[in-house]
Protein backbone atom coordinates (compact mmCIF):
# COMPACT_ATOMS: atom_id res chain seq x y z
CA UNK A 1 0.00 0.00 0.00
CA UNK A 2 1.24 3.38 -1.09
CA UNK A 3 2.04 5.96 1.87
CA UNK A 4 -0.26 9.23 2.16
CA UNK A 5 2.15 11.69 3.88
CA UNK A 6 5.02 13.07 2.36
CA UNK A 7 8.32 12.06 3.54
CA UNK A 8 9.46 14.52 6.14
CA UNK A 9 12.19 17.01 5.60
CA UNK A 10 15.28 17.70 7.31
CA UNK A 11 13.93 20.44 9.25
CA UNK A 12 11.51 18.42 10.91
CA UNK A 13 14.24 15.64 11.75
CA UNK A 14 16.19 18.49 13.17
CA UNK A 15 12.70 19.72 15.17
CA UNK A 16 12.19 15.73 16.43
CA UNK A 17 15.60 15.50 17.60
CA UNK A 18 15.88 18.78 19.24
CA UNK A 19 12.27 17.99 21.02
CA UNK A 20 14.15 14.27 22.19
CA UNK A 21 17.27 15.85 23.63
CA UNK A 22 15.40 18.67 25.59
CA UNK A 23 13.28 15.86 27.06
CA UNK A 24 10.03 17.58 26.05
CA UNK A 25 7.45 16.31 27.94
CA UNK A 26 3.44 16.11 27.53
CA UNK A 27 3.02 19.07 30.57
CA UNK A 28 2.81 22.49 28.91
CA UNK A 29 5.61 25.13 30.60
CA UNK A 30 2.03 27.54 31.28
CA UNK A 31 -0.39 28.02 34.39
CA UNK A 32 -2.26 25.12 35.27
CA UNK A 33 -5.57 24.21 33.81
CA UNK A 34 -7.33 24.65 37.36
CA UNK A 35 -6.25 28.16 37.16
CA UNK A 36 -7.59 28.50 33.49
CA UNK A 37 -11.32 27.50 34.33
CA UNK A 38 -11.55 30.51 37.42
CA UNK A 39 -9.59 33.42 35.07
CA UNK A 40 -11.09 36.68 35.25
CA UNK A 41 -13.90 37.19 33.16
CA UNK A 42 -11.74 39.19 31.04
CA UNK A 43 -9.87 36.09 29.69
CA UNK A 44 -12.93 34.53 28.75
CA UNK A 45 -13.02 34.69 24.79
CA UNK A 46 -16.87 32.74 24.58
CA UNK A 47 -18.72 31.51 26.39
CA UNK A 48 -22.20 29.30 26.40
CA UNK A 49 -24.22 26.98 28.13
CA UNK A 50 -22.25 23.90 26.85
CA UNK A 51 -18.48 25.07 26.91
CA UNK A 52 -16.00 28.23 27.54
CA UNK A 53 -12.90 29.13 24.94
CA UNK A 54 -9.77 30.58 26.61
CA UNK A 55 -7.27 31.94 24.81
CA UNK A 56 -5.09 28.78 25.00
CA UNK A 57 -8.03 26.62 26.36
CA UNK A 58 -11.67 24.94 25.79
CA UNK A 59 -13.21 23.27 28.51
CA UNK A 60 -16.03 21.52 28.16
CA UNK A 61 -17.87 20.29 31.41
CA UNK A 62 -15.41 17.64 32.55
CA UNK A 63 -13.26 17.96 29.37
CA UNK A 64 -10.95 19.93 28.17
CA UNK A 65 -8.49 20.69 25.24
CA UNK A 66 -5.70 22.94 25.52
CA UNK A 67 -2.61 24.84 23.53
CA UNK A 68 0.54 23.43 24.95
CA UNK A 69 3.51 25.83 25.06
CA UNK A 70 6.54 24.83 25.62
CA UNK A 71 9.77 27.27 23.95
CA UNK A 72 8.73 28.09 20.67
CA UNK A 73 6.97 24.80 20.21
CA UNK A 74 3.18 25.11 20.23
CA UNK A 75 1.31 21.69 20.91
CA UNK A 76 -2.35 20.35 21.62
CA UNK A 77 -3.16 18.12 24.04
CA UNK A 78 -6.90 16.79 24.11
CA UNK A 79 -9.71 15.75 25.58
CA UNK A 80 -8.24 12.24 26.20
CA UNK A 81 -5.00 13.36 27.63
CA UNK A 82 -3.23 13.20 24.16
CA UNK A 83 -0.81 15.52 22.97
CA UNK A 84 -0.80 15.98 19.28
CA UNK A 85 2.32 17.64 17.90
CA UNK A 86 1.43 18.75 14.50
CA UNK A 87 4.75 19.66 11.85
CA UNK A 88 3.94 20.30 8.74
CA UNK A 89 6.45 19.03 6.51
CA UNK A 90 5.23 21.80 3.63
CA UNK A 91 6.00 25.56 3.97
CA UNK A 92 2.96 27.35 4.73
CA UNK A 93 1.41 30.66 6.02
CA UNK A 94 2.58 31.27 9.40
CA UNK A 95 -0.14 32.30 11.50
CA UNK A 96 0.29 34.41 15.41
CA UNK A 97 -2.54 35.74 17.27
CA UNK A 98 -3.11 36.29 20.88
CA UNK A 99 -4.80 33.20 21.20
CA UNK A 100 -2.41 30.20 20.99
CA UNK A 101 -5.39 27.52 20.62
CA UNK A 102 -6.61 29.73 17.12
CA UNK A 103 -3.04 29.58 15.52
CA UNK A 104 -2.47 25.87 17.14
CA UNK A 105 -5.85 24.66 15.35
CA UNK A 106 -4.06 26.46 12.20
CA UNK A 107 -1.57 24.26 12.19
CA UNK A 108 -3.73 21.24 13.04
CA UNK A 109 -6.12 21.78 10.48
CA UNK A 110 -2.77 21.84 7.58
CA UNK A 111 -1.65 18.59 9.10
CA UNK A 112 -4.92 16.82 8.81
CA UNK A 113 -4.61 17.91 4.96
CA UNK A 114 -0.66 16.64 5.05
CA UNK A 115 -1.63 13.20 6.17
CA UNK A 116 -4.24 12.81 3.83
CA UNK A 117 -2.06 13.45 0.69
CA UNK A 118 -1.54 10.41 -1.12
CA UNK A 119 1.69 10.37 -3.05
CA UNK A 120 1.45 13.76 -3.85
CA UNK A 121 -1.10 12.59 -6.70
CA UNK A 122 -4.39 13.13 -4.87
CA UNK A 123 -6.19 13.66 -1.42
CA UNK A 124 -7.83 10.87 0.80
CA UNK A 125 -10.80 12.53 1.82
CA UNK A 126 -9.70 10.74 5.59
CA UNK A 127 -7.37 7.91 7.01
CA UNK A 128 -10.81 6.16 7.94
CA UNK A 129 -10.76 6.04 3.97
CA UNK A 130 -8.62 3.78 1.75
CA UNK A 131 -6.16 5.50 -0.10
CA UNK A 132 -6.91 5.13 -3.44
CA UNK A 133 -10.75 6.58 -3.69
CA UNK A 134 -11.46 9.49 -5.37
CA UNK A 135 -14.10 12.38 -4.28
CA UNK A 136 -15.23 15.30 -5.82
CA UNK A 137 -17.10 17.37 -3.85
CA UNK A 138 -15.12 17.40 -0.76
CA UNK A 139 -12.33 18.52 -2.03
CA UNK A 140 -13.90 20.77 -4.16
CA UNK A 141 -15.93 22.42 -1.45
CA UNK A 142 -12.50 22.43 0.48
CA UNK A 143 -10.95 24.44 -2.18
CA UNK A 144 -14.00 27.44 -1.85
CA UNK A 145 -13.69 27.63 1.45
CA UNK A 146 -9.69 28.56 2.21
CA UNK A 147 -7.75 25.34 1.40
CA UNK A 148 -6.68 26.97 -2.16
CA UNK A 149 -4.26 28.98 -0.07
CA UNK A 150 -2.51 26.27 1.05
CA UNK A 151 -3.05 23.37 -1.57
CA UNK A 152 -3.89 24.90 -5.12
CA UNK A 153 -1.25 22.59 -6.70
CA UNK A 154 -2.50 19.24 -4.99
CA UNK A 155 -6.34 20.83 -4.90
CA UNK A 156 -6.07 20.91 -8.66
CA UNK A 157 -4.25 18.16 -9.45
CA UNK A 158 -7.14 16.34 -7.00
CA UNK A 159 -9.63 17.44 -9.15
CA UNK A 160 -7.75 16.72 -12.73
CA UNK A 161 -7.45 13.34 -11.81
CA UNK A 162 -11.70 13.05 -10.80
CA UNK A 163 -12.13 14.10 -14.47
CA UNK A 164 -10.63 11.96 -15.50
CA UNK A 165 -12.39 9.03 -13.61
CA UNK A 166 -15.72 10.74 -14.43
CA UNK A 167 -15.12 10.64 -18.14
CA UNK A 168 -13.83 7.20 -18.14
CA UNK A 169 -16.28 6.34 -15.94
CA UNK A 170 -19.71 7.91 -17.64
CA UNK A 171 -22.67 6.56 -16.96
CA UNK A 172 -21.97 2.64 -15.96
CA UNK A 173 -23.86 2.26 -12.71
CA UNK A 174 -24.35 -0.43 -10.53
CA UNK A 175 -27.65 -2.42 -9.95
CA UNK A 176 -30.47 -0.04 -8.61
CA UNK A 177 -28.81 2.73 -9.37
CA UNK A 178 -30.37 3.51 -12.50
CA UNK A 179 -31.12 7.17 -13.29
CA UNK A 180 -34.98 7.75 -14.41
CA UNK A 181 -34.07 10.43 -17.31
CA UNK A 182 -34.62 8.76 -21.14
CA UNK A 183 -31.26 10.52 -22.30
CA UNK A 184 -29.63 8.95 -19.33
CA UNK A 185 -30.79 5.63 -19.83
CA UNK A 186 -29.86 5.66 -23.36
CA UNK A 187 -26.36 5.73 -21.76
CA UNK A 188 -26.41 3.78 -18.97
CA UNK A 189 -24.47 0.47 -18.60
CA UNK A 190 -25.69 -1.72 -15.67
CA UNK A 191 -23.70 -4.19 -13.72
CA UNK A 192 -24.77 -6.67 -11.39
CA UNK A 193 -22.99 -5.82 -8.84
CA UNK A 194 -23.41 -3.83 -5.33
CA UNK A 195 -23.06 -0.14 -5.07
CA UNK A 196 -19.93 -1.03 -2.85
CA UNK A 197 -18.53 -3.29 -5.66
CA UNK A 198 -18.42 -0.64 -7.73
CA UNK A 199 -17.25 1.60 -5.57
CA UNK A 200 -14.18 -0.95 -4.80
CA UNK A 201 -13.96 -1.66 -8.59
CA UNK A 202 -14.16 1.92 -10.13
CA UNK A 203 -12.65 4.08 -7.32
CA UNK A 204 -15.49 6.30 -7.32
CA UNK A 205 -19.50 6.00 -6.72
CA UNK A 206 -21.81 6.00 -10.08
CA UNK A 207 -23.24 8.69 -11.87
CA UNK A 208 -27.20 8.17 -9.60
CA UNK A 209 -24.51 9.31 -6.46
CA UNK A 210 -22.75 12.33 -7.79
CA UNK A 211 -25.96 14.52 -9.65
CA UNK A 212 -23.83 17.57 -7.85
CA UNK A 213 -20.77 16.85 -10.16
CA UNK A 214 -20.88 20.91 -10.86
CA UNK A 215 -19.06 21.35 -7.67
CA UNK A 216 -15.71 21.12 -9.03
CA UNK A 217 -16.47 23.88 -11.31
CA UNK A 218 -16.01 26.81 -8.07
CA UNK A 219 -13.27 24.52 -6.39
CA UNK A 220 -10.89 24.64 -9.26
CA UNK A 221 -11.62 27.87 -9.69
CA UNK A 222 -10.45 28.98 -6.52
CA UNK A 223 -7.65 26.89 -6.59
CA UNK A 224 -6.30 28.49 -9.79
CA UNK A 225 -6.60 31.69 -8.62
CA UNK A 226 -3.31 30.89 -6.67
CA UNK A 227 -1.30 29.13 -9.32
CA UNK A 228 -2.38 29.15 -12.99
CA UNK A 229 -0.22 27.39 -15.75
CA UNK A 230 -0.08 28.49 -19.26
CA UNK A 231 -3.01 26.49 -21.18
CA UNK A 232 -4.92 25.86 -17.95
CA UNK A 233 -7.65 28.52 -19.19
CA UNK A 234 -8.37 26.47 -21.98
CA UNK A 235 -8.15 23.14 -20.49
CA UNK A 236 -11.04 24.26 -17.61
CA UNK A 237 -13.25 25.74 -20.59
CA UNK A 238 -13.00 22.52 -22.59
CA UNK A 239 -13.53 20.13 -19.58
CA UNK A 240 -16.68 22.29 -18.20
CA UNK A 241 -18.15 22.26 -22.05
CA UNK A 242 -18.11 18.74 -22.54
CA UNK A 243 -19.24 17.98 -19.36
CA UNK A 244 -21.85 20.15 -19.29
CA UNK A 245 -22.91 18.13 -22.53
CA UNK A 246 -22.36 14.62 -21.71
CA UNK A 247 -23.38 14.63 -17.84
CA UNK A 248 -25.10 17.74 -16.81
CA UNK A 249 -27.83 18.87 -19.72
CA UNK A 250 -29.71 15.88 -19.02
CA UNK A 251 -31.19 17.01 -15.63
CA UNK A 252 -31.98 20.39 -16.85
CA UNK A 253 -35.45 20.64 -16.70
CA UNK A 254 -36.30 23.39 -20.00
CA UNK A 255 -40.05 24.19 -18.78
CA UNK A 256 -37.95 26.20 -15.48
CA UNK A 257 -34.34 25.90 -16.39
CA UNK A 258 -33.65 24.15 -13.50
CA UNK A 259 -31.49 20.68 -12.92
CA UNK A 260 -32.56 17.90 -11.41
CA UNK A 261 -30.62 16.22 -8.99
CA UNK A 262 -29.42 15.52 -5.25
CA UNK A 263 -28.99 18.20 -3.01
CA UNK A 264 -25.28 18.87 -2.66
CA UNK A 265 -23.20 15.57 -0.46
CA UNK A 266 -26.68 14.65 0.48
CA UNK A 267 -26.40 10.68 -0.16
CA UNK A 268 -29.09 9.40 -1.81
CA UNK A 269 -31.91 7.53 -0.59
CA UNK A 270 -30.29 8.25 3.04
CA UNK A 271 -31.13 10.02 6.32
CA UNK A 272 -31.16 13.42 4.55
CA UNK A 273 -34.63 12.52 2.79
CA UNK A 274 -37.70 11.18 3.50
CA UNK A 275 -37.93 7.49 4.55
CA UNK A 276 -39.90 7.04 1.24
CA UNK A 277 -37.39 8.31 -1.21
CA UNK A 278 -35.21 5.76 -2.77
CA UNK A 279 -32.63 6.23 -5.21
CA UNK A 280 -34.47 7.44 -7.99
CA UNK A 281 -36.59 9.68 -6.06
CA UNK A 282 -33.27 11.51 -4.77
CA UNK A 283 -32.08 12.49 -8.23
CA UNK A 284 -35.13 13.21 -9.50
CA UNK A 285 -35.74 16.23 -7.10
CA UNK A 286 -34.82 19.77 -7.94
CA UNK A 287 -32.40 20.65 -4.69
CA UNK A 288 -31.75 24.29 -3.86
CA UNK A 289 -27.81 23.92 -3.40
CA UNK A 290 -27.15 21.83 -6.46
CA UNK A 291 -29.34 24.63 -8.53
CA UNK A 292 -27.14 27.35 -6.76
CA UNK A 293 -24.16 25.41 -7.62
CA UNK A 294 -24.64 25.74 -11.42
CA UNK A 295 -25.52 29.04 -11.05
CA UNK A 296 -22.44 30.17 -9.05
CA UNK A 297 -20.58 27.15 -12.28
CA UNK A 298 -21.97 29.46 -15.02
CA UNK A 299 -20.85 32.97 -13.46
CA UNK A 300 -17.11 31.26 -13.26
CA UNK A 301 -17.24 30.60 -16.66
CA UNK A 302 -18.37 33.97 -17.79
CA UNK A 303 -15.48 35.50 -16.39
CA UNK A 304 -13.33 32.34 -17.71
CA UNK A 305 -14.56 33.42 -21.46
CA UNK A 306 -13.54 36.75 -21.12
CA UNK A 307 -10.05 36.22 -20.03
CA UNK A 308 -9.44 34.12 -22.86
CA UNK A 309 -11.07 36.78 -25.47
CA UNK A 310 -14.67 34.66 -25.85
CA UNK A 311 -16.95 37.74 -25.48
CA UNK A 312 -19.67 35.57 -26.85
CA UNK A 313 -19.18 32.42 -25.48
CA UNK A 314 -18.94 34.97 -22.35
CA UNK A 315 -22.03 36.55 -22.76
CA UNK A 316 -24.12 33.35 -23.40
CA UNK A 317 -22.64 31.98 -19.54
CA UNK A 318 -24.06 35.25 -18.70
CA UNK A 319 -27.20 34.64 -19.79
CA UNK A 320 -27.33 31.22 -18.14
CA UNK A 321 -26.31 32.53 -15.03
CA UNK A 322 -28.94 35.36 -15.11
CA UNK A 323 -31.96 32.73 -16.14
CA UNK A 324 -31.29 29.80 -13.27
CA UNK A 325 -30.76 32.73 -10.90
CA UNK A 326 -33.97 34.31 -11.65
CA UNK A 327 -35.63 30.64 -11.60
CA UNK A 328 -33.92 29.61 -8.31
CA UNK A 329 -35.68 33.18 -6.88
CA UNK A 330 -39.30 32.41 -8.31
CA UNK A 331 -39.54 28.72 -7.66
CA UNK A 332 -37.76 27.89 -4.51
CA UNK A 333 -39.47 30.50 -2.76
CA UNK A 334 -41.77 29.19 -0.16
CA UNK A 335 -45.17 31.02 0.35
CA UNK A 336 -43.35 32.19 4.38
CA UNK A 337 -40.82 33.52 2.95
CA UNK A 338 -38.06 31.28 2.94
CA UNK A 339 -36.31 29.07 0.51
CA UNK A 340 -37.17 25.51 0.45
CA UNK A 341 -34.60 22.56 0.81
CA UNK A 342 -35.61 21.17 -2.80
CA UNK A 343 -39.15 20.86 -4.96
CA UNK A 344 -39.97 17.48 -5.20
CA UNK A 345 -40.51 15.87 -8.43
CA UNK A 346 -44.38 16.57 -8.95
CA UNK A 347 -43.40 20.15 -7.94
CA UNK A 348 -44.39 20.39 -4.54
CA UNK A 349 -41.98 22.65 -2.44
CA UNK A 350 -40.06 20.27 0.86
CA UNK A 351 -41.19 22.01 4.22
CA UNK A 352 -37.58 22.21 5.10
CA UNK A 353 -34.47 24.43 5.07
CA UNK A 354 -31.20 23.23 4.11
CA UNK A 355 -28.27 25.11 5.33
CA UNK A 356 -26.01 24.69 2.77
CA UNK A 357 -27.77 25.95 -0.17
CA UNK A 358 -29.29 28.99 1.82
CA UNK A 359 -25.27 29.60 2.39
CA UNK A 360 -24.93 29.55 -1.30
CA UNK A 361 -28.00 31.91 -2.44
CA UNK A 362 -25.70 34.50 0.03
CA UNK A 363 -22.21 33.71 -1.19
CA UNK A 364 -23.12 33.33 -4.81
CA UNK A 365 -24.79 36.57 -5.22
CA UNK A 366 -28.67 35.48 -5.88
CA UNK A 367 -29.72 37.34 -3.13
CA UNK A 368 -28.96 40.97 -2.64
CA UNK A 369 -28.24 42.11 0.76
CA UNK A 370 -31.01 43.44 1.66
CA UNK A 371 -32.51 40.17 1.30
CA UNK A 372 -29.77 38.08 3.09
CA UNK A 373 -31.95 37.50 6.51
CA UNK A 374 -34.46 35.41 3.62
CA UNK A 375 -31.86 32.79 3.81
CA UNK A 376 -30.11 32.89 7.39
CA UNK A 377 -32.49 34.69 9.58
CA UNK A 378 -34.50 33.11 12.33
CA UNK A 379 -32.68 29.74 11.68
CA UNK A 380 -32.00 27.47 14.58
CA UNK A 381 -28.79 27.16 16.59
CA UNK A 382 -28.01 25.45 19.86
CA UNK A 383 -24.25 25.70 21.53
CA UNK A 384 -22.94 23.77 18.88
CA UNK A 385 -23.67 25.39 15.78
CA UNK A 386 -26.66 25.12 13.59
CA UNK A 387 -28.16 21.96 12.03
CA UNK A 388 -27.62 20.63 8.40
CA UNK A 389 -31.41 21.21 7.56
CA UNK A 390 -34.44 21.59 9.46
CA UNK A 391 -36.88 20.89 10.78
CA UNK A 392 -34.84 17.31 10.87
CA UNK A 393 -36.42 13.63 9.34
CA UNK A 394 -38.45 11.73 11.86
CA UNK A 395 -36.07 8.94 13.17
CA UNK A 396 -32.95 8.90 15.44
CA UNK A 397 -29.93 7.86 13.19
CA UNK A 398 -27.42 10.61 13.10
CA UNK A 399 -25.23 11.37 9.76
CA UNK A 400 -27.32 13.78 7.59
CA UNK A 401 -30.05 13.93 9.68
CA UNK A 402 -29.86 14.76 13.92
CA UNK A 403 -26.40 16.74 12.34
CA UNK A 404 -24.15 19.27 12.11
CA UNK A 405 -21.44 19.30 9.36
CA UNK A 406 -18.93 21.61 10.29
CA UNK A 407 -17.72 22.31 6.56
CA UNK A 408 -21.38 23.32 5.68
CA UNK A 409 -21.79 25.11 9.28
CA UNK A 410 -18.67 27.31 8.19
CA UNK A 411 -20.25 28.35 5.17
CA UNK A 412 -23.29 29.42 6.81
CA UNK A 413 -21.98 31.05 9.24
CA UNK A 414 -19.58 32.94 6.31
CA UNK A 415 -22.71 34.17 4.80
CA UNK A 416 -24.36 35.33 8.06
CA UNK A 417 -21.25 37.17 8.53
CA UNK A 418 -21.73 38.88 5.35
CA UNK A 419 -25.21 39.83 6.67
CA UNK A 420 -23.82 40.72 9.59
CA UNK A 421 -20.51 41.30 10.49
CA UNK A 422 -19.28 41.02 14.02
CA UNK A 423 -18.73 39.02 17.43
CA UNK A 424 -22.29 37.48 17.43
CA UNK A 425 -21.68 35.90 14.15
CA UNK A 426 -17.94 35.03 14.64
CA UNK A 427 -17.66 33.67 18.39
CA UNK A 428 -19.77 31.14 17.58
CA UNK A 429 -18.66 29.76 14.44
CA UNK A 430 -14.93 30.08 16.53
CA UNK A 431 -16.40 28.40 18.91
CA UNK A 432 -17.80 25.49 16.77
CA UNK A 433 -15.23 24.82 15.21
CA UNK A 434 -12.56 25.24 18.07
CA UNK A 435 -14.13 22.24 20.12
CA UNK A 436 -12.34 19.85 17.69
CA UNK A 437 -9.39 20.56 19.94
CA UNK A 438 -11.17 17.99 22.29
CA UNK A 439 -10.69 15.35 19.61
CA UNK A 440 -7.52 16.37 18.12
CA UNK A 441 -8.22 17.01 14.95
CA UNK A 442 -10.85 17.86 12.41
CA UNK A 443 -13.10 15.26 12.26
CA UNK A 444 -16.48 14.47 9.77
CA UNK A 445 -19.86 14.92 11.08
CA UNK A 446 -21.27 15.95 14.42
CA UNK A 447 -24.56 15.21 16.55
CA UNK A 448 -26.36 18.41 16.72
CA UNK A 449 -27.90 17.52 20.19
CA UNK A 450 -25.35 16.63 21.90
CA UNK A 451 -22.11 17.88 19.67
CA UNK A 452 -20.63 14.53 19.90
CA UNK A 453 -18.82 13.08 17.21
CA UNK A 454 -19.94 9.14 16.79
CA UNK A 455 -17.33 6.62 16.24
CA UNK A 456 -18.37 5.35 13.18
CA UNK A 457 -17.38 8.57 11.63
CA UNK A 458 -14.08 9.78 10.01
CA UNK A 459 -11.64 11.59 11.59
CA UNK A 460 -9.22 14.44 10.05
CA UNK A 461 -11.61 14.91 7.48
CA UNK A 462 -10.50 17.49 4.54
CA UNK A 463 -13.53 19.67 4.65
CA UNK A 464 -13.74 20.07 8.18
CA UNK A 465 -10.11 21.38 8.24
CA UNK A 466 -10.67 23.15 5.27
CA UNK A 467 -13.76 24.66 7.43
CA UNK A 468 -11.36 26.16 10.10
CA UNK A 469 -9.23 27.55 7.27
CA UNK A 470 -12.35 29.34 6.01
CA UNK A 471 -12.38 31.22 9.52
CA UNK A 472 -9.04 32.42 9.06
CA UNK A 473 -9.02 33.15 5.27
CA UNK A 474 -12.35 34.02 4.47
CA UNK A 475 -14.03 35.17 7.66
CA UNK A 476 -11.40 37.36 9.99
CA UNK A 477 -9.36 38.08 6.52
CA UNK A 478 -11.62 38.44 4.03
CA UNK A 479 -9.45 37.39 1.40
CA UNK A 480 -10.48 37.23 -1.99
CA UNK A 481 -8.15 36.85 -5.41
CA UNK A 482 -9.48 38.31 -8.69
CA UNK A 483 -7.84 36.74 -11.81
CA UNK A 484 -6.96 39.61 -14.13
CA UNK A 485 -4.13 39.15 -16.33
CA UNK A 486 -2.20 40.23 -13.12
CA UNK A 487 -4.60 39.91 -10.67
CA UNK A 488 -5.63 41.12 -7.57
CA UNK A 489 -6.05 40.41 -3.93
CA UNK A 490 -8.34 42.12 -1.54
CA UNK A 491 -9.50 42.23 1.75
CA UNK A 492 -12.40 42.87 3.86
CA UNK A 493 -11.72 41.67 7.42
CA UNK A 494 -13.63 41.14 10.66
CA UNK A 495 -11.85 40.81 14.02
CA UNK A 496 -13.63 40.79 17.62
CA UNK A 497 -12.15 42.57 19.79
CA UNK A 498 -12.30 39.42 22.13
CA UNK A 499 -9.65 37.80 19.45
CA UNK A 500 -7.18 40.26 21.05
CA UNK A 501 -5.75 43.62 18.89
CA UNK A 502 -3.11 41.97 16.56
CA UNK A 503 -2.74 38.86 14.24
CA UNK A 504 -0.59 37.97 11.64
CA UNK A 505 -0.18 35.32 8.17
CA UNK A 506 3.05 35.63 7.41
CA UNK A 507 4.33 34.17 3.97
CA UNK A 508 1.03 33.79 1.97
CA UNK A 509 1.99 33.19 -1.47
CA UNK A 510 -1.20 33.77 -4.52
CA UNK A 511 0.50 33.71 -8.12
CA UNK A 512 4.23 34.45 -6.77
CA UNK A 513 3.76 37.05 -5.06
CA UNK A 514 4.30 36.40 -1.38
CA UNK A 515 2.44 38.60 1.20
CA UNK A 516 3.02 39.26 4.75
CA UNK A 517 -0.34 40.43 6.29
CA UNK A 518 -0.52 42.39 9.58
CA UNK A 519 -3.66 43.26 11.57
CA UNK A 520 -4.44 45.88 14.38
CA UNK A 521 -7.32 47.31 16.36
CA UNK A 522 -10.88 45.25 16.21
CA UNK A 523 -13.89 45.35 13.95
CA UNK A 524 -14.73 45.33 10.34
CA UNK A 525 -14.19 48.92 8.99
CA UNK A 526 -10.33 49.43 7.60
CA UNK A 527 -9.51 52.73 8.70
CA UNK A 528 -6.17 52.80 7.44
CA UNK A 529 -3.94 50.52 4.69
CA UNK A 530 -0.16 50.30 4.78
CA UNK A 531 1.45 48.56 1.66
CA UNK A 532 5.54 48.51 1.98
CA UNK A 533 5.39 50.84 4.65
CA UNK A 534 3.39 53.39 2.18
CA UNK A 535 -0.41 54.15 2.74
CA UNK A 536 -2.48 53.01 0.35
CA UNK A 537 -6.08 53.79 -0.87
CA UNK A 538 -7.47 50.47 -0.35
CA UNK A 539 -7.09 46.95 0.67
CA UNK A 540 -6.99 45.76 -2.87
CA UNK A 541 -2.98 44.83 -3.77
CA UNK A 542 -1.53 43.61 -6.84
CA UNK A 543 -0.64 40.27 -7.62
CA UNK A 544 2.61 41.42 -9.32
CA UNK A 545 5.77 38.48 -8.42
CA UNK A 546 7.24 40.78 -5.64
CA UNK A 547 7.43 40.19 -1.81
CA UNK A 548 4.78 42.89 0.11
CA UNK A 549 4.01 43.83 3.59
CA UNK A 550 0.38 44.48 4.23
CA UNK A 551 -0.68 46.78 7.45
CA UNK A 552 -4.39 47.11 8.23
CA UNK A 553 -5.83 49.04 11.11
CA UNK A 554 -9.26 48.44 11.59
CA UNK A 555 -11.82 50.36 14.08
CA UNK A 556 -15.58 50.29 14.49
CA UNK A 557 -18.42 52.12 12.31
CA UNK A 558 -22.27 51.91 13.65
CA UNK A 559 -23.63 48.63 13.42
CA UNK A 560 -20.59 46.72 13.78
CA UNK A 561 -18.90 44.73 16.75
CA UNK A 562 -17.44 46.60 19.59
Not at 78 to 88: H, I, K, Q, S, T
Not at 189 to 212: C, I, P, Q, S
Amino acid sequence: MRRSVLKPSLVNYCIGLWLILQGCSSEPAQRPLESQTTAKEENVVYRNEAYTLYPDSLVEGERSARAVIRGVWLSLKNANGELVRPYPRGTYPQLTSRLPMMNILHTVAINDFEVNNVDNDHFRVSPDFHYDMFFTRDIAFSSYLGANFLFPEMIKRHLRRCRELRRKVGFITARDHEIPIAEVREKEVVEDMTNLEFFAKYRTHAYARRTDDVCWVPGYWEAMKLVREPGELEWFTREFEYFDEHFYEPFRDPSDGLYRGQSSFIDVAGTGYPDSFNIQHSVMIKALSTNCLYHKAFSIMEKAYILQGDLEKAKHMQHRAAAIKQSIRKHFRHPEGYYAYFIHEEGKLEARREQLGMAFMVLFGILEPEEYHMAVGNYPQNSFGSPLFWPFYPGEKVYHNNSIWPFANALFDWAKLRAQPGKDVFLPAFGSLARHALQGNFNEVMDYESGGRQELHARQYTWSAAAYMGLIYRMILGLEVEMGEEGTLSMNPVFPAALGDHLSLKGLVVRGTTFDIELTGNGSHVASVMLNEQPADRPSFPLDGGAHQVKLVLNHQTGTDK
